[in-house]
């Protein structure tokens, strides 16, 4: 009889734990829910920062207390394709985590201000984006960009965003090198973009 209780213990620890989560970490469940909200927001940044920082809901609400000066939220300006539901996945919500000087910045991109900052601010975005001109701010949709081929849906990057726009005069526009490269160059809203692992996921490199 013990024989048979220890085979039936041996092929119960080999069968799978059943999780809360997938592999990636995503929280199963609505994307409505808190736990849901904050692991796709937070994971916009790499875990040693993201374990940390604070995170905050599409109205400014603190979902999660943060300690390291970081904080991560939804950054898509079109909204959710869906809001009955949330967001369709964390690429749609366009997540960033950002420090305190590029959240003033992109307080300011929202509200058609120019940014005031103190010190160059710095934020990741490895999620991507669902598309940006880039060229020009706040263009939606690609058929509505100046020149179509100035398009780029990002794959996962972190930014640079310059207390003064004009130190960036001189680095590339073109978002097909690889390398970094300014978007919105020339307006005071002028950034760099820098690209890792996976930044051509969504749209291919020419």
């Excluded at 939606?140 to 003064?164: F, N, R, V, Y």
Aim: include cysteine.
């Amino acid at each position: 009889m013990s024989f048979i209780l220890f085979l039936f213990l041996a092929i119960r620890c080999q069968q799978p734990v059943k999780t809360d989560e997938k592999p990636n970490g995503e929280p199963q469940g609505p994307h409505t829910s808190k736990e849901w909200r904050i692991w796709a927001y937070s994971t916009a940044s790499p875990l040693f920062i993201a374990k940390e920082a604070a995170v905050l809901s599409v109205d400014g609400k603190v979902l999660r207390e943060g300690t390291n000066g970081w904080s991560c939220m939804a950054a898509n300006p079109r909204g959710m394709s869906d809001p009955e539901n949330g967001w369709k996945d964390a690429h749609e919500a366009m997540p960033m985590c950002g420090d305190a000087e590029s959240m003033k910045w992109v307080m300011a991109f929202m509200s058609g201000k120019k940014p005031e900052l103190d010190k160059d601010g710095y934020a990741w975005m490895l999620h991507g984006d669902m598309g940006e001109d880039n060229t020009t701010p706040l263009v939606m949709k690609k058929e509505d960009a100046k020149d179509p081929t100035q398009w780029i849906e990002s794959g996962p990057h972190m930014m640079l965003m310059p207390k003064d726009p004009a130190t960036l005069e001189g680095y590339t526009t073109d978002f097909n090198e690889g390398s970094p490269y300014v978007m919105f160059s020339g307006t005071q809203y002028a950034h760099m973009m820098i690209p890792v692992e996976d930044y051509y996921s969504y749209q291919s490199k020419k």
